[in-house]
């Protein structure tokens, strides 16, 4: 598993990257297979409503592990590169997601449990009539604290694209309601602060 | 629950009905953990009719927070509703209450509700659904949590009150309002201490 890394850095409104054709088309294609072999559980909260994989480090299908093995060793050095953020080893959250027509998952900034870059890994393409993209928010500060205002920017999934962010408690985004009888398939998690 | 005219009539007669006021108080305080009741077909139509027609004139906001809330609203006037029925709402709850904020909402596309949105200062809350057409698919739903991650929905009815207690740990939301949603949700929402 090899990735040729030709990634864009952005910094409004928050840190984010992003990573054109991440695997070989085949390898992006093997995953799907393997995906689809999983179970998928409704996840519902005020928050959100789509379905989940179980934690995919589980997984025993041999094409998820390599996947999991690759993001947790030789992908994370070269984040850390990338980032100049470090990033603790073996602690890679990682799920599958998969969200379908009146699907969503409402604003948050994602910081929870020493939480550093959130990843999501996109294994379909959708157009942005279709919804289902990833809204990220500006933000500002009220009473001390950043609120997040409106949405400045809208990345629209694209097959084989992973984009990753820094958490903080100006990361607001959302994942806006997919539109279409579409399938929006990506595999998604964190990475952890390499101290605290 | 209870039907229309006799809970009609508990507001309005409660020393008639004082068998029927225990059967709702017992309802509203039977489950500990989320305590609460829903009375279905709780107005005449007459008087429904006459608080739609005051909530139709009023000028509604569309209001949002994103991390809290998306919604349309408008505070409501107080003399809607009579001593009467805040008669009938301090028998069910057992406590002489104080009305903090009323406020009418309405619930269209991409509108919701989250937690942490929860006014901490209410001790009971009181939800009206105006509701007229409405189909579970759309979401909008109201759902009751509490801190031991315990839930129950009330799905929209219209003409239905529902009374909540607001003790610890327990909060509420509006689920998101999805795409299929092509009439809108009219709640009226008032807190008490």
Redesign the interface.
């Known amino acids: 598993m090899k990735t040729a890394l030709k990634y864009k850095l952005y910094e409004k409104p928050f840190p984010h990257w992003i990573i054109k054709d991440f695997l070989p088309t085949a390898e992006a294609v093997d995953l799907i297979k393997a995906l689809s072999k999983e179970k998928f559980y409704l996840k519902e909260a005020?928050?959100f409503?789509f379905y989940q994989t179980n934690d995919l480090k589980s997984a025993s299908n041999k094409i998820l592990q390599k996947f999991n093995h690759y993001l947790s060793s030789e992908f994370i050095d070269e984040l850390e590169e990338m980032t100049k953020i470090k990033l603790k080893r073996n602690s890679l959250d990682i799920s599958g997601n998969l969200y379908q027509?009146?699907n969503?998952l409402?604003?948050?900034?994602d910081r929870l449990e020493n939480r550093s870059l959130a990843f999501l890994y996109y294994l379909s393409g959708l157009e942005k009539k279709d919804?289902g993209s990833l809204a990220l928010?500006d933000t500002k500060k009220i009473s001390g604290k950043e609120?997040?205002?409106k949405i400045v920017k809208r990345i629209v999934p694209q097959f084989n694209t992973m984009v990753i962010f820094q958490v903080s408690n100006r990361s607001?985004h959302?994942v806006e309601?997919l539109?279409q009888k579409k399938q929006r398939l990506t595999i998604s998690g964190w990475f952890h602060h390499a101290k605290k | 629950m209870q039907k229309n005219k006799k809970i009609i009539s508990s507001v309005y007669d409660e020393k008639s009905n004082k068998g029927i006021n225990k059967k709702i108080k017992t309802a509203f305080t039977k489950n500990k953990n989320l305590p609460s009741v829903t009375l279905n077909d709780f107005f005449t139509e007459e008087f429904l009719k006459n608080i739609n027609l005051k909530v139709s004139s009023l000028k509604f906001k569309h209001e949002k927070?994103?991390?809290k809330h998306s919604y349309s609203q408008v505070k409501l006037p107080v003399n809607i509703f009579s001593q009467q029925f805040f008669d009938f709402i301090f028998t069910i709850t057992d406590k002489k209450l104080k009305l903090i904020s009323s406020q009418a909402l309405k619930l269209s596309t991409?509108d919701?509700?989250?937690?942490h949105d929860n006014n901490r200062d209410s001790k009971h809350i009181i939800i009206i659904d105006l509701t007229s057409v409405w189909d579970n698919?759309w979401?909008g739903i109201l759902?009751l949590t509490n801190d031991k991650g315990e839930h129950l929905f009330v799905p929209p009815h219209n003409n239905s009150l529902t009374i909540i207690r607001q003790k610890a740990g327990i909060k509420y939301?509006f689920?998101?309002v999805?795409?299929?949603a092509n009439k809108e949700r009219k709640l009226l929402i008032l807190r008490f201490v």
Do not use: R
């Not at chain 1, 409402?106 to 900034?109: A, E, N, S």
């Not at chain 2, 919701?112 to 937690?115: A, D, Q, S």
């Open positions: 005020d928050l409503t027509n009146t969503y409402l604003p948050h900034d919804g928010y609120t997040p205002n607001f959302e309601e539109l | 927070i994103a991390d991409k919701y509700t989250l937690l698919s979401g759902y939301f689920k998101y999805n795409n299929l």
